[in-house]
Structure formats: structure tokens, C-alpha cells
């Protein structure tokens, strides 16, 4: 069986974009309409096989089935090869004029089939309302009672720095989507998932235009054949939004950044599927004394001259309380020194970090006679210059 050739239907080039096919179409359309050659048997199936090319090109997948394989069909790929079209509704596709709007270009002509326009509507705009009314309901599927998993939920928490490291327990107010227990999540009233009377089930009306019939898909159930009646609390979603606690527990160590994940905190799904979760990411707020990285905690230190020049031992704070560290002789500003495991308890791995002291040599404050005449001995003993290594450089 010789395929039809789209393309040349509409003449147009095999790589015609959707805009030259869309105007080739309109052209033809307006040539081969029936109301327009009433009578002419050619004309009507030329109108006919310009409405089949112009269905399947205007429509991507359908378009690349056809480019693929040479023709498209509803029933999907040769072979078996696909569920392409799965789901087709009862008497297949619904191909046909009905409900085309032919007003703008038979005007004058005495047609009383089309809707009469505003004169502020164009042509191309009709155009457009016919395809997205006409062309959308046959692609439309009936709406199937699909579940689908709820949506993921994303909060930012800040937390002080004290209830990162020990850990602590948040309440957070978050809106989520919750199942409608008025309908138990289906999104239909009780007891209302009733035949649709318009089309007796069957999901599809017929129309006459003249002397010809035309399968339209129903209106009224939207091809579903049974009229639902929508779920008053939630309006058919079988979802409501609301506000709700959550009590949230936060480990001890928690970073900067941390993803905590609480199951089945997010979205409630549709039709029984299982709920989103709630992400809550932490922020933590600074300390002014201790710094965290990672699980380590690194503060700055003061130390005079003279303890670091002869070496002693002096307290430091942790965040465990105070802690004894020993400043060798000799200490250099800049110097770290590491107290193990004096760092935050990492809830993961068990393990603690450790605490990094770095020095910071004060100079001394000197005011009284005293002072200077001793600092003036010890420069006499040390009169080497401090700046020999750095002229070295320059
Ligand atoms: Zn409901
Ligand atoms: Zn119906």
C-alpha cells in the first residue's frame, strides 16, 4: 500500500519548519473547503487528505514517527514496536471538520455554520483557536487516574552555633499538600462516578455538517465516558494545602549547608502514591570566638612576648571548657597548635575533631620607665635585624 506523502499533500519541503506548514495548510484549507466548493467531491477529499497531512505534521510526535517510518498510525510503531498511542480511546482517531470555524473566509457566502466573529479577531487568531481547540482535544487523553509521587519540599533552617555542635530539636511550620480527606484523595464527590449521559459511555458524539457525519470526542467527559463530580473540599485534586509542624530533630555536629531529609514530609502524592519528602537544609550562625571547619574548631589566641619567648603552659577555651595548652620557648606568631579531639563530635562517623590554637603574639604595652629601660637591655643583647630575610628577597 503506497503511503501518502505529507509533504507533497501540502506542498511543502521535506524540512519545512511548523510556520510554512502551518501557512501551507491554511492556503490549501481555504482552497478544498466544502462549504466554499459545495458539491465537489474532488475538492472534498483534497480537503480531506490536507487535514490528515496537516494533523500529522503539525504534530511533533507524530511528525517524527512519520519521518521515521513513513506513515503514522495511533496503534503505534510496525512490528510492536512501541506503546506509542497507548490508551486510544474506543473508535479511534477522530478525524474531520466539525467544529471548524470557517467564518472568517466564508463570509458573505451565506454559511451558517460558522460562529460569528468580533471584527477584532484575525484571521490568524481564529486559525489559532480552531487548531488549539480541535487539533488539542483529539490529542487529548482522557484524563486517567494516574498516581503520581508528591513533589519534594525545601526549607532553610538557621541554627547558633551551640545547637549545631550538641545537636537540638526544631519545630518548623511548613505548607504542604496534604490528602483531601474528604475524598480520601480521589478528588471525586461520593458516590457521583456516573455514565456520561451526552455519549452514553462511549466517550465520543457524532456531529453532522451538511450531509456529512463526524466522531467528535465528547465534551461533556472529555472522552472519559463517566462525568466525575469534583471533590467540593478540594476541587478535584484530592489534595488540600495546610500548614502543619514538624518536629525535626537536628544531630549533633550538623554542618554548615547539612541536608537533613524527613520521609513523607513533602507533597502528598495523587491517587494513593507515596508522598514527597521535606529537605530541610541548616545554616549555621557564626560564633564569635570559635570557627568551625568541618568537624574541627580553630580560634586565635593571645599570647604576650614573654610567654612565648620563654614558654608556658596557658589556658585556652574549647567548647568544651577551658583546656591547658602548652606554648613551647621559642613560639612564633602565626604558630597553630592542635588539641585532639577537642573539635566537634561528628554523629556520622563518632569520631571527634580537634581544636586548632593559633597564636597571636601581643606587644607588650609599655607606659612606665621601667619597662623601656628593660626593653632597651634586651635590645642591646639582641641587636640582629628582624628584616635581614626579607631584604634577602626583594
Ligand atoms: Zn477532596
Ligand atoms: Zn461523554
Not at 521535606?278 to 545554616?283: D, E, N, P, Q
Not at 577551658?322 to 597553630?336: D, E, S
Not at 562517623?349 to 586548632?356: F, K, N, P
Request: charged residues 25%; proline residues 6%.
Amino acid at each position: 500500500m503506497a503511503q501518502n506523502d505529507y509533504y507533497k499533500t501540502l506542498g511543502v519541503d521535506k524540512g519545512a519548519d511548523v510556520d510554512e506548514i502551518r501557512k501551507a495548510y491554511r492556503r490549501l484549507a481555504r482552497k478544498h473547503h466544502p462549504d466554499l466548493n459545495p458539491g465537489d467531491k474532488a475538492s472534498e477529499d483534497r480537503f480531506k487528505q490536507v487535514q490528515e497531512a496537516y494533523d500529522v505534521l503539525s504534530d511533533p510526535k507524530k511528525k517524527q514517527m512519520y519521518d521515521q517510518v513513513g506513515f503514522y498510525s495511533e496503534n503505534g510503531m510496525p512490528g510492536g514496536a512501541g506503546g506509542y498511542g497507548a490508551g486510544n480511546r474506543p473508535g479511534g482517531p477522530n478525524m474531520g471538520f466539525g467544529g471548524f470555524d470557517f467564518s472568517d473566509f466564508a463570509k458573505g457566502a451565506g454559511s451558517g455554520s460558522g460562529r460569528p466573529r468580533g471584527p477584532e479577531a484575525g484571521e490568524s487568531a481564529n486559525f489559532q483557536d480552531i487548531f488549539s481547540q480541535w487539533f488539542g482535544r483529539q490529542q487529548h487523553e482522557p484524563q486517567e487516574a494516574r498516581p503520581e509521587k508528591g513533589s519534594d519540599l525545601e526549607y532553610g533552617l538557621s541554627i547558633d552555633f551551640w545547637q549545631a555542635i550538641r545537636g537540638t530539636q526544631v519545630r518548623l511550620k511548613i505548607n504542604r499538600q496534604e490528602v483531601c480527606t474528604t475524598c480520601g484523595g480521589s478528588g471525586a464527590r461520593a458516590g457521583a462516578n456516573t455514565v456520561c449521559p451526552e455519549c452514553n459511555g462511549s466517550g465520543n458524539v457524532t456531529q453532522m455538517a451538511g450531509a456529512m457525519r463526524f466522531s467528535l470526542t465528547c465534551p461533556r467527559c472529555e472522552g472519559t465516558g463517566r462525568l466525575t463530580n469534583r471533590c467540593g473540599t478540594c476541587h478535584g485534586d484530592g489534595r488540600i494545602s495546610h500548614s502543619e509542624t514538624v518536629e525535626v530533630r537536628i544531630p549533633p555536629g550538623a554542618q554548615q549547608g547539612s541536608r537533613l531529609r524527613v520521609a513523607g514530609k513533602g507533597n502528598a502524592g495523587t491517587h494513593g502514591a507515596p508522598a514527597g519528602d521535606l529537605y530541610i537544609t541548616v545554616r549555621v550562625e557564626p560564633h564569635p570566638l570559635f570557627k568551625r571547619e568541618g568537624d574541627d574548631i580553630e580560634i586565635e589566641v593571645p599570647v604576650r612576648i614573654d610567654e612565648a619567648g620563654l614558654g608556658t603552659k596557658i589556658e585556652v577555651p574549647t567548647i568544651d571548657g577551658r583546656a591547658l595548652l602548652k606554648i613551647p620557648q621559642g613560639t612564633k606568631n602565626g604558630q597553630k597548635f592542635r588539641l585532639r579531639e577537642k573539635g566537634v563530635q561528628n554523629s556520622r562517623s563518632g569520631t571527634r575533631g580537634d581544636q586548632i590554637v593559633e597564636v597571636v603574639l601581643e606587644a607588650p604595652v609599655v607606659q612606665d620607665e621601667r619597662t623601656k629601660e628593660l626593653l632597651r637591655e634586651y635590645a642591646e643583647l639582641h641587636p640582629e635585624d628582624p628584616r635581614t630575610e626579607i631584604w634577602n628577597k626583594v
